[in-house]
Nanobody
Framework: QVQLVESGGGLVQPGGSLRLSCAAS????????MGWYRQAPGKQRELVAR???????NYADSVKGRFTISRDNAKNTVFLHMNSLKSEDTAVYYC???????????????WGEGTLVTVSS
């Protein structure tokens, strides 16, 4: 059984900062790309940022220069540091991971349950 558990969401004023965390736990043989997606009300889920196990990153244009993704491979944890938050960043943020569970030989796609980020004054 593999789980992704997010934390760190909440209410923040425009211009503020938040840090999201996502820990992968369970029977994991190999953890690959981890990332953050978000879904605002009435919109499709979109990629925010992702990071490989080697540390290569890519970001949505809308968050470049404001958000930073990082990971701690020893703890199977990925972080999203969000600065200069805007009202349009309001969404449910989901953690995603490509990983090989113990006993399998191919990648599987896992999702967390999501954490709400609200940017409002």
């Amino acid at each position: 059984q593999v789980q992704l558990v997010e934390s760190g969401g909440g209410l923040v004023q425009p211009g503020g900062s938040l840090r999201l965390s996502c820990a992968a736990s369970g029977s994991i043989f190999r953890l690959g790309v981890m990332g953050w997606y978000r879904q605002a009300p009435g919109k499709q889920r979109e990629l925010v940022a992702r990071i490989t196990s080697g540390g290569s990153t890519n970001y949505a244009d809308s968050v470049k220069g404001r958000f930073t993704i990082s990971r701690d491979n020893a703890k199977n944890t990925v972080f999203l540091h969000m600065n200069s938050l805007k009202s349009e960043d309001t969404a449910v943020y989901y953690c995603n991971a490509d990983l090989i569970p113990i006993g399998y030989s191919y990648d599987m796609d896992y999702w967390g349950e999501g954490t709400l980020v609200t940017v409002s004054s």
